[in-house]
Protein backbone atom coordinates (compact mmCIF):
# COMPACT_ATOMS: atom_id res chain seq x y z
CA UNK A 1 0.00 0.00 0.00
CA UNK A 2 1.31 3.58 -1.26
CA UNK A 3 0.59 6.41 1.03
CA UNK A 4 1.06 9.57 -0.95
CA UNK A 5 0.06 12.26 1.83
CA UNK A 6 -1.31 12.28 5.39
CA UNK A 7 0.43 12.35 8.60
CA UNK A 8 2.92 9.55 7.62
CA UNK A 9 3.69 9.24 3.60
CA UNK A 10 5.03 6.39 2.79
CA UNK A 11 6.23 7.72 -1.07
CA UNK A 12 8.06 11.81 -1.20
CA UNK A 13 8.91 13.42 -4.50
CA UNK A 14 12.04 13.63 -4.96
CA UNK A 15 12.55 15.10 -8.25
CA UNK A 16 10.47 16.72 -11.16
CA UNK A 17 11.11 17.78 -14.82
CA UNK A 18 10.44 21.71 -15.20
CA UNK A 19 6.69 22.80 -15.63
CA UNK A 20 5.21 25.26 -17.61
CA UNK A 21 1.82 26.78 -17.86
CA UNK A 22 1.22 24.83 -21.87
CA UNK A 23 3.50 21.55 -20.06
CA UNK A 24 1.99 20.25 -16.93
CA UNK A 25 2.93 16.83 -17.83
CA UNK A 26 3.68 14.34 -14.89
CA UNK A 27 6.86 13.05 -16.94
CA UNK A 28 9.52 12.75 -14.66
CA UNK A 29 8.03 12.91 -11.71
CA UNK A 30 10.24 10.68 -9.20
CA UNK A 31 9.04 9.24 -5.57
CA UNK A 32 11.46 6.97 -3.41
CA UNK A 33 8.97 4.91 -1.55
CA UNK A 34 8.98 2.88 1.60
CA UNK A 35 5.48 1.24 1.39
CA UNK A 36 4.43 -1.91 4.03
CA UNK A 37 4.14 -5.33 3.19
CA UNK A 38 0.73 -6.88 4.43
CA UNK A 39 -0.57 -10.31 4.66
CA UNK A 40 -3.71 -8.92 2.73
CA UNK A 41 -5.16 -6.13 1.11
CA UNK A 42 -7.09 -4.93 3.87
CA UNK A 43 -5.83 -1.89 5.48
CA UNK A 44 -5.42 -3.24 9.08
CA UNK A 45 -3.58 -6.44 7.71
CA UNK A 46 -0.30 -7.57 9.96
CA UNK A 47 2.64 -6.24 8.32
CA UNK A 48 5.17 -8.66 7.78
CA UNK A 49 7.74 -6.36 5.48
CA UNK A 50 8.71 -3.27 3.33
CA UNK A 51 8.44 -2.51 -0.12
CA UNK A 52 11.55 0.02 -0.48
CA UNK A 53 12.89 1.53 -3.98
CA UNK A 54 12.02 4.12 -6.36
CA UNK A 55 8.68 5.21 -8.46
CA UNK A 56 9.49 7.02 -11.66
CA UNK A 57 7.17 8.32 -14.19
CA UNK A 58 8.02 7.63 -17.41
CA UNK A 59 5.93 7.46 -19.92
CA UNK A 60 4.92 10.96 -21.93
CA UNK A 61 1.78 9.79 -22.83
CA UNK A 62 0.42 7.68 -20.29
CA UNK A 63 0.23 7.81 -16.56
CA UNK A 64 2.93 4.43 -15.69
CA UNK A 65 5.29 4.07 -13.63
CA UNK A 66 8.62 2.46 -13.80
CA UNK A 67 9.27 0.55 -10.82
CA UNK A 68 12.56 -0.50 -8.93
CA UNK A 69 11.60 -1.93 -5.58
CA UNK A 70 13.61 -4.16 -3.09
CA UNK A 71 11.18 -6.25 -1.06
CA UNK A 72 12.54 -6.79 2.41
CA UNK A 73 10.65 -9.41 4.91
CA UNK A 74 10.98 -9.19 8.65
CA UNK A 75 7.91 -11.44 9.91
CA UNK A 76 6.74 -14.66 9.22
CA UNK A 77 8.00 -17.36 6.82
CA UNK A 78 10.74 -15.35 4.79
CA UNK A 79 11.43 -13.35 7.47
CA UNK A 80 15.33 -12.24 6.43
CA UNK A 81 14.75 -12.78 3.33
CA UNK A 82 14.30 -9.90 0.54
CA UNK A 83 13.37 -10.01 -3.50
CA UNK A 84 14.28 -7.24 -6.05
CA UNK A 85 11.97 -6.19 -8.82
CA UNK A 86 12.13 -4.63 -12.32
CA UNK A 87 8.70 -3.73 -14.02
CA UNK A 88 6.72 -1.59 -15.79
CA UNK A 89 3.29 -0.59 -14.16
CA UNK A 90 0.34 1.24 -15.77
CA UNK A 91 -1.51 2.78 -13.36
CA UNK A 92 -4.67 2.77 -15.18
CA UNK A 93 -4.79 0.08 -16.56
CA UNK A 94 -7.30 -2.95 -15.46
CA UNK A 95 -5.58 -5.72 -17.24
CA UNK A 96 -2.69 -8.07 -15.21
CA UNK A 97 0.63 -6.89 -15.20
CA UNK A 98 3.39 -8.87 -15.57
CA UNK A 99 6.71 -8.10 -12.89
CA UNK A 100 9.74 -9.48 -13.77
CA UNK A 101 11.66 -11.14 -10.61
CA UNK A 102 15.50 -10.37 -10.92
CA UNK A 103 17.44 -11.30 -8.10
CA UNK A 104 17.37 -11.78 -4.13
CA UNK A 105 18.78 -12.91 -1.32
CA UNK A 106 18.11 -15.55 1.59
CA UNK A 107 15.49 -17.64 0.55
CA UNK A 108 15.26 -16.03 -2.83
CA UNK A 109 19.28 -15.81 -3.57
CA UNK A 110 19.69 -16.22 -7.31
CA UNK A 111 15.56 -15.70 -7.90
CA UNK A 112 14.91 -15.58 -11.69
CA UNK A 113 11.41 -15.02 -12.28
CA UNK A 114 7.79 -13.88 -13.95
CA UNK A 115 4.95 -13.01 -12.34
CA UNK A 116 1.56 -11.54 -13.02
CA UNK A 117 -0.41 -9.79 -10.60
CA UNK A 118 -4.25 -8.66 -11.54
CA UNK A 119 -5.78 -5.23 -9.82
CA UNK A 120 -7.68 -6.00 -7.02
CA UNK A 121 -10.61 -3.20 -5.81
CA UNK A 122 -10.33 -2.83 -1.96
CA UNK A 123 -13.62 -1.75 0.19
CA UNK A 124 -12.49 1.73 2.36
CA UNK A 125 -14.99 3.40 4.73
CA UNK A 126 -16.40 6.06 2.44
CA UNK A 127 -14.79 5.27 -1.39
CA UNK A 128 -18.24 3.81 -2.47
CA UNK A 129 -19.89 7.35 -1.40
CA UNK A 130 -17.09 8.72 -3.95
CA UNK A 131 -17.90 6.55 -6.63
CA UNK A 132 -21.28 7.25 -6.52
CA UNK A 133 -21.29 10.71 -6.52
CA UNK A 134 -18.34 10.84 -9.21
CA UNK A 135 -20.64 8.75 -11.61
CA UNK A 136 -23.97 11.30 -10.69
CA UNK A 137 -21.88 14.68 -11.48
CA UNK A 138 -22.05 13.64 -14.91
CA UNK A 139 -25.85 15.04 -14.43
CA UNK A 140 -25.01 18.44 -13.67
CA UNK A 141 -23.85 19.24 -16.93
CA UNK A 142 -26.02 20.32 -20.14
CA UNK A 143 -26.70 16.92 -21.72
CA UNK A 144 -24.13 16.17 -24.60
CA UNK A 145 -21.87 18.50 -23.05
CA UNK A 146 -19.33 15.49 -21.81
CA UNK A 147 -19.93 12.70 -24.28
CA UNK A 148 -16.34 13.13 -24.88
CA UNK A 149 -15.40 11.58 -22.14
CA UNK A 150 -16.57 8.09 -21.64
CA UNK A 151 -17.51 6.75 -17.62
CA UNK A 152 -14.02 5.87 -16.64
CA UNK A 153 -12.49 9.44 -18.48
CA UNK A 154 -14.67 11.47 -17.08
CA UNK A 155 -14.15 9.93 -13.26
CA UNK A 156 -10.68 9.96 -12.97
CA UNK A 157 -11.05 13.67 -14.40
CA UNK A 158 -13.52 14.22 -11.36
CA UNK A 159 -11.41 12.51 -8.99
CA UNK A 160 -8.06 14.05 -9.78
CA UNK A 161 -9.75 17.85 -10.06
CA UNK A 162 -11.15 17.22 -7.23
CA UNK A 163 -8.15 16.14 -4.96
CA UNK A 164 -6.02 19.13 -6.35
CA UNK A 165 -8.40 22.10 -5.47
CA UNK A 166 -8.46 20.12 -1.88
CA UNK A 167 -4.84 19.97 -1.76
CA UNK A 168 -4.42 23.47 -2.66
CA UNK A 169 -6.87 24.42 -0.15
CA UNK A 170 -5.41 21.96 2.52
CA UNK A 171 -2.23 23.81 1.67
CA UNK A 172 -2.98 27.57 2.48
CA UNK A 173 -4.91 26.73 5.56
CA UNK A 174 -2.65 23.94 7.69
CA UNK A 175 0.72 26.01 7.19
CA UNK A 176 3.96 26.36 5.53
CA UNK A 177 5.14 22.76 5.18
CA UNK A 178 1.76 22.14 2.77
CA UNK A 179 2.77 25.09 1.11
CA UNK A 180 6.47 24.25 0.55
CA UNK A 181 5.32 20.86 -0.59
CA UNK A 182 2.78 22.33 -3.38
CA UNK A 183 5.71 24.58 -4.36
CA UNK A 184 7.07 21.56 -5.29
CA UNK A 185 4.86 20.26 -7.78
CA UNK A 186 3.57 23.60 -9.17
CA UNK A 187 6.49 26.55 -8.56
CA UNK A 188 5.91 29.94 -7.04
CA UNK A 189 4.10 30.79 -10.27
CA UNK A 190 1.87 28.11 -10.70
CA UNK A 191 1.08 27.99 -7.06
CA UNK A 192 -0.18 31.67 -7.17
CA UNK A 193 -1.92 30.91 -10.70
CA UNK A 194 -4.04 28.39 -8.93
CA UNK A 195 -5.77 30.82 -6.66
CA UNK A 196 -7.30 32.20 -9.33
CA UNK A 197 -7.99 29.25 -11.98
CA UNK A 198 -10.02 27.32 -8.98
CA UNK A 199 -12.55 30.60 -9.14
CA UNK A 200 -12.69 30.53 -12.64
CA UNK A 201 -16.62 30.60 -13.47
CA UNK A 202 -16.01 27.87 -16.37
CA UNK A 203 -13.58 25.80 -14.28
CA UNK A 204 -15.84 24.73 -11.92
CA UNK A 205 -16.81 21.26 -10.89
CA UNK A 206 -20.06 20.32 -8.90
CA UNK A 207 -19.52 20.75 -5.39
CA UNK A 208 -20.84 17.45 -4.32
CA UNK A 209 -17.60 16.11 -5.75
CA UNK A 210 -15.47 18.27 -3.45
CA UNK A 211 -18.10 17.77 -0.62
CA UNK A 212 -17.49 14.08 -0.39
CA UNK A 213 -13.48 14.25 -0.87
CA UNK A 214 -13.69 16.77 1.86
CA UNK A 215 -15.78 14.51 4.47
CA UNK A 216 -13.62 11.69 3.19
CA UNK A 217 -10.13 13.38 3.56
CA UNK A 218 -10.70 15.76 6.54
CA UNK A 219 -13.45 13.84 8.43
CA UNK A 220 -14.86 16.59 11.05
CA UNK A 221 -12.14 19.35 10.34
CA UNK A 222 -13.49 19.66 6.69
CA UNK A 223 -15.21 23.15 7.77
CA UNK A 224 -12.28 24.13 9.49
CA UNK A 225 -10.17 24.14 6.44
CA UNK A 226 -12.28 25.98 3.75
CA UNK A 227 -13.36 28.27 6.81
CA UNK A 228 -9.17 29.20 6.73
CA UNK A 229 -8.99 29.45 3.23
CA UNK A 230 -12.16 31.54 2.61
CA UNK A 231 -10.68 33.73 5.60
CA UNK A 232 -7.56 33.75 3.62
CA UNK A 233 -8.75 35.12 0.86
CA UNK A 234 -10.53 37.80 2.70
CA UNK A 235 -8.40 38.87 4.98
CA UNK A 236 -4.92 38.15 4.01
CA UNK A 237 -4.30 35.29 6.86
CA UNK A 238 -5.20 31.80 7.99
CA UNK A 239 -8.25 32.31 10.85
CA UNK A 240 -10.43 29.50 11.87
CA UNK A 241 -13.13 29.93 13.94
CA UNK A 242 -14.42 27.38 15.74
CA UNK A 243 -18.00 27.62 15.90
CA UNK A 244 -18.21 29.42 11.99
CA UNK A 245 -19.90 26.97 9.98
CA UNK A 246 -19.29 27.10 6.62
CA UNK A 247 -21.64 25.11 4.61
CA UNK A 248 -24.43 25.23 7.25
CA UNK A 249 -27.57 24.96 5.73
CA UNK A 250 -26.17 25.92 2.46
CA UNK A 251 -26.44 23.85 -0.77
CA UNK A 252 -24.18 25.26 -3.31
CA UNK A 253 -23.08 24.07 -7.44
CA UNK A 254 -20.02 24.63 -6.72
CA UNK A 255 -16.93 26.24 -4.59
CA UNK A 256 -17.44 29.87 -6.66
CA UNK A 257 -20.84 30.21 -5.86
CA UNK A 258 -19.93 29.01 -1.62
CA UNK A 259 -16.95 31.60 -1.90
CA UNK A 260 -19.88 34.52 -2.88
CA UNK A 261 -22.00 32.65 -0.17
CA UNK A 262 -19.09 33.38 2.76
CA UNK A 263 -18.79 36.55 0.98
CA UNK A 264 -21.56 38.36 1.59
CA UNK A 265 -22.68 35.95 4.62
CA UNK A 266 -20.10 38.36 6.23
CA UNK A 267 -21.07 41.88 3.86
CA UNK A 268 -22.91 43.33 1.14
CA UNK A 269 -26.33 43.90 2.89
CA UNK A 270 -24.58 46.91 3.62
CA UNK A 271 -25.95 47.42 6.86
CA UNK A 272 -29.43 46.40 6.04
CA UNK A 273 -29.50 42.57 5.91
CA UNK A 274 -31.89 40.73 4.13
CA UNK A 275 -34.21 42.34 2.07
CA UNK A 276 -37.83 42.41 3.28
CA UNK A 277 -40.15 42.02 0.81
CA UNK A 278 -42.90 44.57 2.43
CA UNK A 279 -39.52 47.48 2.37
CA UNK A 280 -39.15 46.76 -1.61
CA UNK A 281 -42.32 47.72 -2.52
CA UNK A 282 -42.61 50.56 -0.57
CA UNK A 283 -39.51 51.53 -1.80
CA UNK A 284 -40.51 51.27 -5.31
CA UNK A 285 -43.68 52.97 -4.99
CA UNK A 286 -41.78 55.75 -3.77
CA UNK A 287 -39.41 55.89 -6.31
CA UNK A 288 -42.63 56.43 -8.73
CA UNK A 289 -44.09 59.20 -7.18
CA UNK A 290 -40.20 60.94 -6.62
CA UNK A 291 -39.32 62.04 -10.68
CA UNK A 292 -35.56 62.35 -9.52
CA UNK A 293 -35.28 58.85 -7.77
CA UNK A 294 -37.10 57.44 -10.83
CA UNK A 295 -34.39 58.92 -13.11
CA UNK A 296 -32.17 55.64 -14.35
CA UNK A 297 -28.74 57.89 -14.30
CA UNK A 298 -29.98 60.04 -10.64
CA UNK A 299 -30.37 56.62 -8.77
CA UNK A 300 -27.22 54.97 -10.19
CA UNK A 301 -25.09 57.69 -9.70
CA UNK A 302 -22.08 57.01 -7.45
CA UNK A 303 -21.14 59.02 -4.30
CA UNK A 304 -18.04 60.81 -2.97
CA UNK A 305 -14.58 59.09 -2.70
CA UNK A 306 -12.97 58.45 0.50
CA UNK A 307 -10.92 61.91 0.74
CA UNK A 308 -14.07 63.98 -0.49
CA UNK A 309 -16.16 62.09 2.52
CA UNK A 310 -13.43 63.03 4.61
CA UNK A 311 -13.54 66.69 3.79
CA UNK A 312 -17.06 66.22 4.56
CA UNK A 313 -16.45 65.22 7.61
CA UNK A 314 -17.56 61.46 7.34
CA UNK A 315 -14.54 59.38 8.63
CA UNK A 316 -13.61 55.84 8.20
CA UNK A 317 -13.73 52.54 10.56
CA UNK A 318 -13.05 49.71 10.49
CA UNK A 319 -15.92 47.06 11.58
CA UNK A 320 -13.99 44.14 14.16
CA UNK A 321 -16.80 42.65 14.47
CA UNK A 322 -15.82 40.02 11.63
CA UNK A 323 -18.70 38.09 12.62
CA UNK A 324 -21.13 41.02 11.50
CA UNK A 325 -23.62 40.67 9.09
CA UNK A 326 -23.32 44.20 7.79
CA UNK A 327 -19.92 44.74 5.66
CA UNK A 328 -20.79 49.02 5.22
CA UNK A 329 -22.86 50.78 7.54
CA UNK A 330 -22.90 54.72 7.66
CA UNK A 331 -23.99 56.36 11.01
CA UNK A 332 -24.49 60.30 10.81
CA UNK A 333 -24.21 62.33 13.96
CA UNK A 334 -24.73 66.01 15.68
CA UNK A 335 -21.02 67.12 13.68
CA UNK A 336 -19.39 64.27 11.52
CA UNK A 337 -20.52 61.03 9.70
CA UNK A 338 -19.01 57.62 10.36
CA UNK A 339 -18.43 55.07 7.17
CA UNK A 340 -17.45 51.69 8.99
CA UNK A 341 -16.16 48.80 6.46
CA UNK A 342 -15.20 45.50 7.14
CA UNK A 343 -11.16 44.99 6.52
CA UNK A 344 -10.91 43.49 3.17
CA UNK A 345 -7.44 41.77 1.61
CA UNK A 346 -6.49 42.95 -2.28
CA UNK A 347 -4.19 40.34 -3.89
CA UNK A 348 -3.22 39.61 -7.31
CA UNK A 349 -5.86 36.99 -7.71
CA UNK A 350 -8.75 39.22 -6.45
CA UNK A 351 -9.70 41.02 -9.12
CA UNK A 352 -10.31 37.62 -11.41
CA UNK A 353 -12.14 36.19 -8.22
CA UNK A 354 -14.45 39.49 -8.11
CA UNK A 355 -14.90 39.43 -11.84
CA UNK A 356 -16.06 35.76 -11.34
CA UNK A 357 -18.39 36.53 -8.70
CA UNK A 358 -20.54 39.10 -10.98
CA UNK A 359 -20.20 37.41 -13.75
CA UNK A 360 -21.83 33.97 -11.42
CA UNK A 361 -24.41 36.99 -10.33
CA UNK A 362 -25.43 37.96 -14.33
CA UNK A 363 -26.05 34.52 -15.11
CA UNK A 364 -29.76 33.40 -15.28
CA UNK A 365 -31.34 30.97 -12.81
CA UNK A 366 -28.65 32.53 -10.26
CA UNK A 367 -28.85 34.30 -7.17
CA UNK A 368 -29.42 37.80 -8.93
CA UNK A 369 -29.37 39.76 -5.71
CA UNK A 370 -26.14 41.22 -6.80
CA UNK A 371 -24.64 41.72 -3.38
CA UNK A 372 -21.00 41.34 -4.63
CA UNK A 373 -21.71 43.66 -7.70
CA UNK A 374 -23.17 46.39 -4.97
CA UNK A 375 -20.24 46.11 -2.94
CA UNK A 376 -18.14 46.52 -5.73
CA UNK A 377 -19.98 49.34 -7.25
CA UNK A 378 -19.14 50.75 -3.89
CA UNK A 379 -15.66 50.37 -3.27
CA UNK A 380 -15.22 51.61 -7.40
CA UNK A 381 -16.94 54.87 -5.91
CA UNK A 382 -14.93 55.24 -2.57
CA UNK A 383 -11.59 54.62 -4.18
CA UNK A 384 -10.68 57.46 -7.01
CA UNK A 385 -6.92 58.13 -6.12
CA UNK A 386 -4.18 56.73 -4.44
CA UNK A 387 -5.07 59.17 -1.00
CA UNK A 388 -7.89 57.28 -1.10
CA UNK A 389 -6.11 54.02 -0.79
CA UNK A 390 -3.89 55.18 1.73
CA UNK A 391 -6.35 56.38 4.02
CA UNK A 392 -8.31 52.87 3.85
CA UNK A 393 -4.98 51.59 4.79
CA UNK A 394 -4.01 53.89 7.91
CA UNK A 395 -7.53 52.63 8.69
CA UNK A 396 -6.57 48.97 8.64
CA UNK A 397 -9.71 48.23 6.26
CA UNK A 398 -7.62 47.42 3.35
CA UNK A 399 -4.50 45.38 2.87
CA UNK A 400 -3.12 45.04 -0.13
CA UNK A 401 0.08 42.65 -1.82
CA UNK A 402 -0.22 44.85 -5.12
CA UNK A 403 3.31 46.98 -4.22
CA UNK A 404 1.57 50.55 -5.16
CA UNK A 405 -1.36 51.94 -3.89
CA UNK A 406 -1.96 52.87 -7.90
CA UNK A 407 -2.19 49.60 -8.82
CA UNK A 408 -5.54 49.13 -6.10
CA UNK A 409 -7.17 51.98 -8.08
CA UNK A 410 -6.07 50.85 -11.32
CA UNK A 411 -7.66 47.22 -9.95
CA UNK A 412 -11.21 48.59 -8.90
CA UNK A 413 -10.90 50.74 -12.00
CA UNK A 414 -10.77 48.06 -14.40
CA UNK A 415 -13.83 46.11 -12.41
CA UNK A 416 -17.15 46.94 -13.74
CA UNK A 417 -20.29 46.03 -11.86
CA UNK A 418 -22.68 46.64 -15.06
CA UNK A 419 -25.78 45.75 -12.38
CA UNK A 420 -26.59 46.58 -8.53
CA UNK A 421 -28.92 46.30 -6.00
CA UNK A 422 -30.78 49.57 -6.07
CA UNK A 423 -32.68 49.53 -2.85
CA UNK A 424 -29.09 48.59 -0.77
CA UNK A 425 -26.96 51.38 -2.82
CA UNK A 426 -29.57 53.78 -2.52
CA UNK A 427 -29.83 53.08 0.80
CA UNK A 428 -26.45 53.30 1.64
CA UNK A 429 -26.09 56.89 -1.13
CA UNK A 430 -28.70 58.81 0.40
CA UNK A 431 -27.74 58.63 3.89
CA UNK A 432 -24.48 59.72 3.22
CA UNK A 433 -25.99 62.59 0.85
CA UNK A 434 -28.68 63.62 3.45
CA UNK A 435 -25.53 64.15 6.04
CA UNK A 436 -23.19 66.04 2.98
CA UNK A 437 -26.03 68.60 2.21
CA UNK A 438 -26.58 69.58 5.96
CA UNK A 439 -24.90 72.85 6.44
CA UNK A 440 -24.51 72.63 9.87
CA UNK A 441 -22.92 69.45 9.48
CA UNK A 442 -20.71 70.63 6.70
CA UNK A 443 -19.60 73.32 8.81
CA UNK A 444 -19.08 71.77 11.86
CA UNK A 445 -16.89 68.91 9.41
CA UNK A 446 -15.35 71.91 8.03
CA UNK A 447 -13.90 73.52 11.79
CA UNK A 448 -12.94 69.23 12.89
CA UNK A 449 -10.95 69.07 9.57
CA UNK A 450 -9.22 72.62 9.40
CA UNK A 451 -8.50 73.24 12.88
CA UNK A 452 -8.61 70.02 14.97
CA UNK A 453 -7.00 67.54 12.71
CA UNK A 454 -3.66 67.63 14.79
CA UNK A 455 -2.93 68.89 18.17
CA UNK A 456 -0.59 71.36 17.33
CA UNK A 457 -3.74 72.74 14.81
CA UNK A 458 -6.40 72.39 18.44
CA UNK A 459 -3.40 74.13 20.29
CA UNK A 460 -2.66 76.86 18.07
CA UNK A 461 -6.73 77.61 17.92
CA UNK A 462 -6.71 77.84 21.67
CA UNK A 463 -4.10 80.17 21.83
CA UNK A 464 -5.63 82.44 18.89
CA UNK A 465 -9.14 82.33 20.51
CA UNK A 466 -7.22 83.23 24.22
CA UNK A 467 -5.76 86.13 22.50
CA UNK A 468 -8.80 87.58 20.60
CA UNK A 469 -11.15 87.23 23.67
CA UNK A 470 -8.56 89.40 25.96
CA UNK A 471 -8.09 91.93 23.20
CA UNK A 472 -11.64 91.97 23.08
CA UNK A 473 -12.10 92.03 26.83
CA UNK A 474 -9.46 94.88 26.30
CA UNK A 475 -11.04 97.23 24.10
CA UNK A 476 -14.23 97.01 25.73
CA UNK A 477 -13.42 98.30 28.78
CA UNK A 478 -11.13 101.04 27.24
CA UNK A 479 -14.49 102.11 26.00
CA UNK A 480 -16.47 101.75 28.96
CA UNK A 481 -14.32 101.63 32.45
CA UNK A 482 -15.25 100.00 35.17
CA UNK A 483 -16.70 101.73 37.85
CA UNK A 484 -14.58 102.57 41.11
CA UNK A 485 -16.72 101.30 43.68
CA UNK A 486 -16.74 97.45 41.90
CA UNK A 487 -14.69 95.35 44.13
CA UNK A 488 -15.19 92.21 43.40
CA UNK A 489 -12.25 89.68 42.27
CA UNK A 490 -13.08 89.49 38.94
CA UNK A 491 -14.01 93.40 38.70
CA UNK A 492 -10.58 93.94 40.02
CA UNK A 493 -9.23 91.68 37.58
CA UNK A 494 -10.93 93.13 34.50
CA UNK A 495 -9.45 96.87 36.16
CA UNK A 496 -5.99 95.99 36.02
CA UNK A 497 -6.30 94.50 32.54
CA UNK A 498 -8.29 97.39 31.08
CA UNK A 499 -5.36 99.44 33.65
CA UNK A 500 -2.44 97.94 31.48
CA UNK A 501 -4.28 98.48 28.19
CA UNK A 502 -4.04 101.95 28.32
CA UNK A 503 -1.32 103.19 31.85
CA UNK A 504 -2.29 106.61 33.56
CA UNK A 505 -0.42 108.87 31.52
CA UNK A 506 2.00 111.18 34.07
CA UNK A 507 1.29 114.69 34.56
Not at 401 to 415: A, P
Not at 494 to 503: E, S, T, V
Request: proline letters at 4%; one cysteine or more; hydrophobic letters at 40%.
Amino acid sequence: MTFFSGNNPTAIPVAQAPMTNTSQTLFGLTFVVDDPLTIGPNITSKIVGRAQGIYASADQNDFALSMVLNFVFFEGKYNGSSFSLLTRNPILSTAPREFSIVGGSGLFRFARAESALKPMEMEMSGSEDVVEVIHDARNCYIDGSTDAYNDEEFNWMMLRDGCFILFFIECISCGNDKVLLNNEYLGALGFANVARDIFVLENQIPFVVLEVLLELRFADSGEEILNGFFNYLNYGEVIIRQNEKVLENKQPLHLLELYRSYFISLSASLGLGSINLSKWRGWAKKMNTVHEDYNYIRRNRSFSSVMELKAKGIFLKCAYDESSNEDIKFHSHCCYGELELVRRAVSSNTKAIYLNMIAYEMCPHNPNDFRVSTYIRVMKSLVIQRDDVKELRNSKILLHSLGRDEEVVKMYDEIDAPAVNLYMFNQLRRGIEKHCTSQYKTWAAELITVYFSSPWKTVALLVASAILITSFLQTYFAIRPLPDESNGDIMKLLRRCAHFKHPSTPP
